[in-house]
């Protein structure tokens, strides 16, 4: 189909014929108040916030439901769709409790912001008056429900219903107690539940798991990639560095890459930001001692020159391809032999049709692009076993191990702390093949070394 | 030029300003006047004898030593929103929230406590609090210690201070 012209607040737009308006005003940057919208649900047209002035007709029209026409005049800003606005928000907001000083949407609520672009009116109804519905209400999967604070634009529903088309939630009642719900004695219960909390305009739905930790706008966000499987999810790490303490990561949030993951992620990803600061190996450890980093980096070049026949390196399919690619090289240089065993990593009822990919492994496409051995022959004799936090590393016999390890719990001659991925950057693979850029996200106060510098330190000893 | 620069015009360029006497001599005028005035009647001089005389002019809206106000049930009014941290231009308090079990309401504070040698009185914790549960009107004006950690005052520590003039709860929603 051709595309056609039309005229927003005065600019000139070309746009394709079958696109809805709100989809083309959204695009273009035009500020448009929605609630129900949402570009991976579609339109349902309930929440009216949307209106939108359009030349030759009488009232203000929903921008979600309308289609663009050869020559149409759109209007977004005016007295009369600014007024419409402000009383369609009156409405939405009339049931509300106000209670932003403990909900945890405050902050990135659309209703707080609208209510500041829009709205700016005084209360017509006593708090008094307002309908009482259900608080904090355990919906299971993580998830928090308000009834109160709901705004019934169904984007929750929608997404049970439409996407996971699991249909746990729905809206019952009528009029003032309609509410959000699921069946009596059911519970919320798939493998994405979590992304409607992000789905959720206001703070009827929340992340329990996030509950309270912290509030949002001290937080930074900074896209990077999920490493809970092969899928390469787009994600933000929200992270803040408290006063005398150090960056925490507090959330992930779906970042949207329609390649990829469209606007979601699954639940295990999600909630894999925990696993960045619990049980982290911290300090070195020589013959199950703690010692400090220059006893443990002498110990390590007396172990290399002792074993400089009958090195193998061990590297996890973890890393980013510019640490493999390091390693490649340093095993050239030690004359080691570099594997990378697989197995560990494929997880069968992890992996589901759409985001969850049985390959565990964040990088291991990249393994296969740079031609990393995968097998790593029975007969042979390890003089030293040298491990980048592979998960094998336990069950490989060797005259001397050395480990570099994110977490804490395997036991070794020689045990060293490794920055974890959200401390370093690089490349991850994912399993089509496509290459994302992570950046470095967390910045502790005492840096851990990542593989490139464990690797600098090495190729310093050989030579 | 940078957009951010302001040009302000300079003063005193004119003769009599460069000359400086004139300046110099209202100056000095004004100090001798007083020199005069106190060494002739020592005891018309306005002074407090601290500690010993304690000050009286402290009224309702001096910003003296926090603390946190009660709910009517006597429970505590702060619900953790972090208003106040947020507000704080110094950074001094310092906020753990929790789940609030008692029914009363949803969150609470888990920890609360304000740096007090870090904290510069101005006030906007007060200001910012939406539901009264932060006020500066203990009349508290001297917190002695021994140590740093003293002034770090906890929650249980703000919540004991009274206030000093009258007015003991929350008064949010009202």
């Avoid at chain 1, 149409?72 to 932003?100: F, S, W, Y």
């Avoid at chain 1, 519970?187 to 798991?209: H, I, Q, R």
């Avoid at chain 1, 303490?245 to 295990?268: A, L, M, S, W």
Wanted: net charge negative; charged share 30%; proline share 4%.
């Amino acid at each position: 189909m051709s595309d056609i012209t039309i005229t927003v607040d005065g600019k000139e737009l070309t746009v394709p014929r079958d696109e809805l308006l709100i989809k083309i005003l959204n695009k273009n940057n035009f500020a448009i108040p929605q609630f129900c919208y949402h570009d991976a649900l579609g339109m349902d047209g309930n929440c009216r916030m949307c209106m939108v002035e359009i030349e030759g007709q009488k009232r203000p029209q929903i921008a979600c439901n309308t289609l663009p026409k050869e020559g149409m005049e759109v209007r977004t800003r005016g007295e009369k769709i600014d007024a419409t606005r402000q009383k369609i928000l009156e409405l939405e907001l009339i049931n509300h409790p106000v209670d932003c000083p403990i909900c945890d949407q405050a902050g990135e609520c659309k209703l707080q912001d609208y209510y500041m672009d829009y709205g700016l009116y005084d209360s017509n109804i006593a708090k008094s008056d307002k309908v009482h519905q259900r608080k904090h209400i355990d919906l299971g999967s993580e998830v928090m429900l308000d009834q109160e604070r709901c705004v019934l634009c169904a984007r929750c529903t929608r997404f049970t219903s439409d996407i996971t088309k699991t249909h746990e939630l729905g809206i019952i009642g009528r009029g003032d107690h309609a509410c959000v719900s699921t069946m009596p004695g059911k519970k919320l219960d798939n493998a994405y539940a979590m992304n409607v909390v992000d789905l959720c305009p206001v703070g009827a739905l929340t992340s329990k798991d996030f509950r309270f930790k912290q509030r949002v706008w001290f937080l930074t966000s900074t896209p990077s990639i999920c490493h809970g499987c092969a899928k390469g999810c787009n994600i933000f790490i929200d992270h803040n560095r408290e006063k005398y303490k150090d960056d925490t990561v507090y959330r992930f949030r779906p970042r949207e890459n329609q390649q990829i993951n469209g606007h979601f992620i699954c639940d295990t990803g999600r909630l894999s930001y925990k696993e960045l600061q619990e049980k982290r190996q911290l300090e070195s450890i020589f013959e199950a001692e703690p010692v400090e980093m220059d006893v443990a980096t002498s110990a390590l070049k007396t172990m290399l020159k002792m074993h400089l026949k009958d090195i193998v390196i061990l590297a996890s399919p973890e890393l980013y391809k510019e640490e493999l690619e390091s390693l490649m090289r340093l095993s050239e240089r030690l004359n080691a032999t570099l594997v990378c065993p697989m197995e560990s990593y494929y997880d069968e009822r992890f992996g589901d049709d759409w985001l969850k990919s049985p390959q565990r492994a964040a990088n291991a496409k990249a393994i296969e692009q740079l031609g990393i051995s995968t097998e790593l022959s029975q007969e042979q004799h390890i003089g030293l076993l040298m491990s980048f936090d592979h998960r094998d590393f336990p069950e490989i016999k060797s005259d001397h191990s050395v480990t570099f390890q994110t977490h804490i719990g395997v036991d070794a001659d020689l045990i060293l702390p490794l920055a974890a991925y959200s401390e370093v950057a690089g490349t991850l693979v994912n399993e089509d093949g496509i290459e994302q850029w992570c950046k470095q996200v967390i910045h502790r106060k005492e840096p851990l070394y990542s593989v490139r510098e464990w690797v600098r330190l090495l190729e310093g000893v050989e030579s | 030029m940078d957009k951010r620069i302001k040009t302000v015009p300079r003063y005193g360029t004119g003769f009599k300003d460069r000359l400086y006497l004139p300046a110099i001599y209202e100056g000095m005028k004004i100090t001798f006047k007083h020199l005069k005035d106190n060494v002739s009647d020592s005891n018309a001089i306005d002074v407090l004898e601290y500690p010993e005389e304690q000050p009286t002019d402290i009224t309702e809206r001096y910003r003296g030593l926090h603390r946190l106000t009660h709910r009517e049930d006597d429970t505590v009014a702060c619900v953790a929103c972090f208003m106040c941290a947020t507000a704080c231009p110094s950074n001094c308090i310092f906020i753990e929230a929790t789940e609030r079990t008692d029914g009363v309401d949803e969150k609470m504070p888990q920890r609360f406590a304000i740096d007090t040698l870090e904290c510069i009185f101005c006030g906007y914790c007060v200001e910012a609090c939406p539901c009264d549960a932060i006020r500066m009107d203990t009349g508290i004006f001297s917190l002695t210690g021994n140590a740093r950690e003293d002034f770090v005052l906890e929650k249980e520590q703000l919540l004991a201070y009274k206030g000093a003039f009258g007015e003991e709860k929350s008064i949010a929603g009202k």
